[in-house]
């Protein structure tokens, strides 16, 4: 089965500055793994994910991931943090073949000037 | 890119009151969807599982008979939420998936409030 946990439930950077957001997965099976975005009373939107393929993945609006077997992480980057990156971020496994996802808790990112 | 479509965005119910939303792929079939609830500042709870022509499966302490989900076609699925109470306030995003795809697209949620 699949699990997935992200660290810190809360993340606060500056303008500029590197964005760096953390998830473990567990997982007994090659995973599929997904970075999603939500802003205030929206739905969520994908970032990018992870599906065997490249183990570095890019995304849209600068983020990127890197897949580490050795330390079953999935942690999201960006080189530097926009006003608009200010958001909740999730990260999300796939448990089954139908789509069901398992979401980690969240990680609120706040963007300071 | 594939759009899902969820309506209302938000809705407004008194105590007692059924409220229906409906949530469209709007340029793929959907083979299944998801219904999640979200609390304020918490992650996605899923609630159910739902394929098209057949009955939806419920996570576990889902009262089914509470919210009641129709799959009618590959391109809609409706969660209803019969004789709303407060408690059942909360922020509901489906999300639907392609045949043979492993990527999920989200309608953009609706904000319940019962008053």
């Known amino acids: 089965a699949q699990s997935v946990t992200q660290l810190g439930s809360h993340v606060s950077v500056s303008e500029g500055a590197l964005v760096l957001l953390r998830c473990n997965y567990s997982?007994?099976?090659?995973?599929?793994l997904f970075w999603y975005v939500q802003y205030p009373n929206q739905g969520l939107q994908l970032l990018l994910k992870?599906?065997?393929?490249?183990?570095l993945v890019k995304g849209i609006n600068g983020f990127e991931a890197e897949f580490k077997k050795s330390e079953t992480s999935f942690h999201l980057t960006k080189p530097s943090a926009h006003m608009s990156d200010a958001a909740e971020y999730f990260c999300?496994?796939?448990?089954?073949?139908?789509?069901?996802?398992?979401f980690g808790a969240g990680t609120q990112v706040v963007v300071t000037p | 890119g594939a759009v899902v479509s969820q309506h209302p965005s938000w809705v407004i119910c008194k105590s007692g009151t059924s409220v229906k939303i409906e949530c469209r792929s709007l340029?793929?079939?959907?083979?299944?969807m998801f219904w999640y609830r979200q609390f304020p500042k918490q992650s996605l709870m899923l609630m159910a599982t739902?394929?098209?022509?057949?009955?939806?499966?419920?996570e576990q302490g889902v009262e089914k008979d509470k919210f009641l989900i129709n799959h009618a076609s590959l391109t809609l699925s409706t969660l209803t939420v019969t004789s709303a109470h407060p408690e059942d306030s909360s922020f509901y995003i489906c999300?639907?998936?392609?045949?043979?795809?492993?990527?999920?697209?989200f309608g953009q949620g609706t904000r319940l409030t019962v008053v």
């Open positions: 999300s639907a998936h392609r045949i043979r795809n492993t990527e999920a697209f």
């Open positions: 997982s007994s099976v090659p995973p599929y």
């Open positions: 992870y599906t065997s393929a490249a183990t």
């Open positions: 999300a496994g796939l448990t089954d073949s139908w789509g069901k996802l398992q």
């Open positions: 340029d793929f079939q959907a083979t299944t």
């Open positions: 739902s394929n098209e022509g057949s009955k939806a499966t419920y």
